[in-house]
C-alpha cells in the first residue's frame, strides 16, 4: 500500500492522480492533499480520501477549510503555509510525493521530497528549471527516486533503456526528441498575435490544463521549459534536444538512436496515463484513458518549429546554453509576464519580449546552493515588475 501525498491536488494534475487513486483503493492510500486556495474543491477531496493533513496556503484558507470539515467525522489534521508544505512532502508517513505544484511555489516542497528520499513523481518542470544539477545531486545522495509525470518526459522516460544511467553515449542515442501541439495559435497570423485575449490563449485545442500553463503553451514556452528539464533528467546537451510541432498529440515524445531506431511512446492526450506509470513503476495499471484508435486517427503530422512565431522557444534554448542562473531568470519573468497578460496589463506578444528584455538586464551568477537561486527568483520577479509598471 502505498502512501501518497499530492502536493497541487486541486489542480489538473492533482485532479488526474485521484482518478486513477480512486481506481485502486487495494494500491493507494492518500497521505496527505494540498493546495493554495481552493478551499471548496479541497474539502470534497478531503470527504472522498479522507487525509491525515491537509495544507493550504494561509490562515484564513486553513480556517475555512477547518468550517467546512466541521462535522464530516474524518481524522483530516488542516495545517497551512510553506513550511507545512515541506513538512507533509517529507513525511515518514507517505512513501510517494506528486509535485504538481505549478511555478516557482513548488520547489521547496518538491526538493524536500527529494531530499528525504520519496518516491518523486514530478509534475513541477520548474524544479528542475530553476535548480537543475542541485535537485538531480540531492536525489543522488538521498537515494530518492525521480520519475517523470509531464507526458513529453514521461514518454522519453519509456523509450530510454530500463537501466539507463544518464550517459546517452553509451547507450547509443543521437538526440530526444520533443513533441508540441503548437497550441491554439499554430496557424494563425502573425500580426493578429498582439491582439488575442487571455480566453483565446488558454483554449488548448487537446489539453485540459490550468491557465497558466495553458498560457505557456500557446507561446511555447511552456516546451522551452521541458527541453531545460529534458536535460536535467536525461543528461543530455541542448545540441541533441529536439522540438517538433504535432499537432495530434498522440505521440508524446521520441528517443533517436544511432543506429536509425526511433522509439515513440503514443497514446491519447490525457495525463492519467503518465500518472497512472509514475505511481505503479515498473507495473502498469488501469488508468482510466480509452484506447488509441489509430485507423480513426488516419494521419500524423510533424513539423519544425517557427521562432519567429515562438521566440520564447528560442529563449529557452539560449538559457540553457548560457547556464548559472539563467533558466531561473527565464523562469521567475515569464512566470510574472504571463500573470500581467491573464490580468490583461500587456499583450500577448509583450511576454517574450519582457522576458528578453530581463534576461539582459540580469547578470548570470553561480547556482550552487537553493538561497542563491530563490535570491536570484526573488530579484527577478521585482525587475519585471518595475519593468511592467515602467
Given at each position: 500500500m ?28 492518500v497521505?496527505?492533499?494540498?493546495a ?78 527529494a531530499r ?17 544539477q ?6 543522488r ?43 491554439p ?21 487537446n489539453?485540459?490544463?490550468g ?18 528539464e ?8 541542448a ?19 544511432n543506429d ?51 521566440p ?12 548559472q ?16 497578460f491573464?490580468d ?8 517574450d519580449q ?8 540580469i ?13 536570484c527568483?526573488?530579484?527577478t ?10
Amino acid at each position: 500500500m502505498q502512501k501518497l501525498c499530492i502536493l497541487g491536488s486541486t489542480g489538473s494534475i492533482g485532479v488526474s492522480t485521484l482518478d486513477v487513486v480512486a481506481r485502486h483503493p487495494d494500491r493507494y492510500q492518500v497521505f496527505a492533499l494540498t493546495a493554495h486556495s481552493q478551499v471548496e474543491k479541497l474539502a470534497l477531496q478531503c470527504e472522498q480520501f479522507n487525509p491525515q493533513i491537509a495544507v493550504v496556503g494561509s490562515a484564513k484558507a486553513a480556517s475555512e477549510l477547518q468550517r467546512l470539515l466541521l462535522g464530516k467525522n474524518l481524522k483530516t489534521e488542516v495545517s497551512y503555509g510553506s513550511q507545512a508544505l515541506c513538512d507533509v512532502a517529507s513525511s515518514v508517513d507517505c512513501d510517494t510525493v506528486m509535485a504538481a505544484i505549478v511555478g516557482a511555489a513548488g520547489l521547496p516542497a518538491s526538493l524536500a521530497a527529494a531530499r528525504a528520499g520519496k518516491k518523486v513523481l514530478l509534475a513541477n518542470k520548474e524544479a528542475l528549471v530553476m535548480s537543475g544539477q542541485i535537485f538531480i545531486n540531492t536525489v543522488r545522495d538521498s537515494g530518492a527516486t525521480l520519475l517523470p509525470i509531464d507526458s513529453e518526459h514521461n514518454a522519453i522516460f519509456q523509450c530510454l533503456p530500463h537501466n539507463y544511467n544518464r550517459h546517452p553515449s553509451e547507450y547509443g542515442i543521437s538526440k530526444i526528441i520533443l513533441t508540441a501541439s503548437g497550441g491554439p495559435f499554430l496557424n494563425r497570423n502573425l500580426e493578429s498575435l498582439s491582439d488575442v485575449t487571455p480566453d483565446e490563449a488558454v483554449a488548448h485545442p487537446n489539453w485540459v490544463m490550468g491557465r497558466k500553463i495553458s498560457i505557456d503553451s500557446a507561446t511555447m514556452m511552456n516546451k522551452g521549459l521541458e527541453v531545460i528539464e529534458a536535460h536535467w533528467l536525461f543528461a543530455t546537451p541542448a545540441e541533441q534536444i529536439e522540438v517538433l510541432i504535432h499537432p495530434q498529440s498522440v505521440i508524446h515524445s521520441m528517443v533517436s538512436y544511432n543506429d536509425g531506431s526511433v522509439l515513440a511512446q503514443m497514446g491519447n492526450p490525457d495525463m492519467r496515463t503518465p500518472i497512472a506509470y509514475g505511481l505503479a513503476y515498473p507495473e502498469r495499471i488501469a488508468s482510466g484513458v480509452a484506447p488509441l484508435d489509430l485507423v480513426k486517427i488516419a494521419k500524423l503530422h510533424f513539423e519544425a518549429p517557427d521562432f519567429k512565431r515562438f521566440p520564447c522557444l528560442d529563449l529557452a534554448y539560449a538559457a540553457l546554453k548560457a547556464g548559472q542562473t539563467a533558466s531561473t531568470i527565464l523562469n521567475a519573468s515569464n512566470e510574472v509576464a504571463v500573470q500581467a497578460f491573464l490580468d490583461g496589463k500587456i499583450g500577448f506578444r509583450m511576454i517574450d519580449q519582457i522576458i528578453a528584455r530581463v534576461l539582459d538586464k540580469i547578470a548570470l551568477s553561480s547556482a550552487d546552493d537553493i538561497e542563491s537561486i530563490l535570491e536570484c527568483d526573488k530579484e527577478t520577479r521585482v525587475i519585471t515588475q518595475a519593468l511592467l509598471a515602467s
